[in-house]
């Protein structure tokens, strides 16, 4: 997966509401521009952020290979000569836009050195599409799900980080199914906070719930009361940080948290006892969440180790017999 930067300032109206990017192959002279030919290296999938004078005011995931096209047949592009590059995208658009210039320092750092969209002065290059960077598109939509003052707008947001990880091949779209039965099942967890108050909870051994299927998979149900019970014990913090504050959750009241599986309960089968136990359910923010699942090598690695060693004696007190770390890391992929 790839991640690009484009300035619209004067075609965002015209792309956005068509779900395109456009840009010419050569000028009226015949010579190439590496800001459009880059368009070229655009795929399926890719994620893109959208700069429309200062602000981003979008982000988008293209839904097919760029390919050749002729200038679109309205105004905004009437100067540009007629063949060129397109690259059709599912925007997003967010109610509440951040100003670049307020965070340029962190985006000079994590923009990639070659084909970056700011230069070393700390303004945008002269230019149409650039390159960007992993870290720099998750910086960028944090920032922007933060500002939102609307918790709905702002967690949707934050799906877009799972959504170029989900992408599938079907019509062109990102699919968000796994993102909403997450969300789905945080409502639930939500509602059995506000439910029932959790005075003290007993780590011991629990015997495993019936196996549900999905399709001709099999799948363990889990309880929303056992993520309740463990982001109110954790006190709605964020475990791996506690100064990890983004919003409160309009259901609670509490700063907003996601109950997480340290060791996923698709590993039931591994084990002679339930994962689904309080022991095993650590609070943490939708920023650390979607690290865990879609960080680098080295930063889940780190965040996984701070979270077992806070965990190790109650998981053996639940009979969650680890044998290390990289039992753990092994469960992710790691």
């Not at 050569?26 to 010579?31: C, F, M, R, S, V």
């Not at 439910?195 to 309880?223: A, H, L, M």
């Not at 965990?311 to 290390?324: E, M, N, P, S, T």
Request: hydrophobic share 35%; with cysteine; proline share 3%.
């Amino acid at each position: 997966m790839n991640y690009f930067w484009v300035f619209q300032n004067k075609t965002f109206r015209e792309e956005s509401q068509g779900g395109f990017l456009w840009a010419p192959q050569k000028d009226k002279l015949g010579h190439n521009k590496s800001h459009w030919s880059l368009m070229k290296e655009v795929k399926k999938g890719d994620a893109i952020v959208h700069s429309v004078n200062g602000k981003i005011a979008a982000i988008s995931f293209a839904k097919e290979d760029c390919y050749v096209a002729q200038r679109p047949a309205t105004q905004g592009f009437g100067d540009w000569e007629k063949q060129g590059w397109r690259v059709d995208c599912e925007y997003y658009f967010p109610a509440q836009t951040i100003r670049t210039k307020d965070y340029i320092e962190q985006i000079m750092k994590l923009q990639p050195d070659k084909n970056s969209p700011i230069n070393r002065a700390g303004n945008g290059n002269t230019g149409y599409l650039f390159r960007a960077s992993k870290d720099l598109f998750e910086f960028l939509i944090v920032k922007t799900a933060t500002c939102q003052k609307i918790e709905e707008q702002g967690l949707e947001l934050l799906s877009l980080l799972s959504a170029g990880y989900e992408y599938e091949k079907c019509n062109g779209k990102a699919s968000l199914d796994r993102v909403i039965a997450e969300d789905e099942y945080m409502e639930e967890v939500e509602s059995a906070i506000n439910r029932q108050k959790t005075s003290s909870i007993e780590d011991c051994p629990k015997e495993k719930t019936q196996k549900n299927f999905s399709g001709s998979r099999r799948v363990y149900k889990r309880d929303p009361q056992v993520s309740a019970n463990a982001i109110r014990l954790a006190g709605f913090k964020c475990e791996v940080d506690e100064s990890h504050s983004f919003f409160l959750s309009h259901r609670t009241g509490k700063n907003y948290v996601e109950a997480h599986h340290l060791l996923p309960i698709s590993c039931e089968d591994e084990f002679d006892v339930s994962l689904d136990v309080e022991a095993n359910v650590v609070s943490l923010c939708p920023v650390c969440h979607r690290l865990v699942h879609h960080g680098k090598h080295e930063q889940v690695r780190q965040t996984i180790e701070t979270l077992y060693q806070k965990r190790r004696q109650r998981l053996i007190k639940a009979g969650i017999k680890v044998k290390d770390l990289e039992d753990i890391l092994k469960a992710y992929g790691k």
